[in-house]
C-alpha cells in the first residue's frame, strides 16, 4: 500500500508563499493520477491542483494563477507551490493519489495533512 507523507504547511501572513511536499513511498506518479485537497474546519473537503499521469494539470478557480504543482519522479514527490496566499486559502492541505482523476476524491491513498493558515 503506498503511503503518502506531506510536510510544509506553516502560518504565513497574507501574500506570502508556502510550498508544500508530499513524498510517496514508491515511483507512482508515472501511473497514478496525483492531486492536493483541502478542508477548512466546517467546510467540505475540495479539490485544488490535479495532476495525471501524462502530466496533465488543473487547478480549481479559486486558486489559479498562485498555486503550482509539480513533481519530482526521481523524488518521489509531487509539490504545491502556494503564492500570494489568501486568509481563505486557510485549511488543512491532503496529498491523494488513484488510478483515475474523475473519482480521485473517493480513493483510499490519502497522507496525513498538512496545515496551511494564512492571517491578515
Known amino acids: 500500500q503506498v503511503q503518502l507523507v506531506e510536510s510544509g504547511g506553516g502560518s504565513v501572513q497574507a501574500g506570502g508563499s508556502l510550498r508544500l511536499s508530499c513524498a510517496a513511498s514508491?515511483?507512482?506518479?508515472?501511473?497514478?493520477?496525483m492531486g492536493w485537497f483541502r478542508q477548512a474546519p466546517g467546510k467540505e473537503r475540495e479539490g485544488v491542483a490535479i495532476?495525471?499521469?501524462?502530466?496533465?494539470?488543473s487547478y480549481a478557480d479559486s486558486v489559479k494563477g498562485r498555486f503550482t504543482m509539480s513533481q519530482d519522479n526521481a523524488k518521489n514527490t509531487l509539490y504545491l507551490e502556494m503564492n500570494n496566499l489568501k486568509p481563505e486559502d486557510t485549511a488543512m492541505y491532503y496529498c491523494?493519489?488513484?488510478?483515475?482523476?474523475?473519482?480521485?476524491?473517493?480513493?483510499?491513498?490519502w497522507g496525513q495533512g498538512t496545515q496551511v493558515t494564512v492571517f491578515s
Open positions: 514508491e515511483n507512482i506518479y508515472s501511473s497514478y493520477c
Open positions: 491523494a493519489a488513484g488510478e483515475s482523476c474523475s473519482s480521485l476524491s473517493l480513493t483510499r491513498r
Open positions: 495532476i495525471d499521469s501524462d502530466g496533465t494539470t
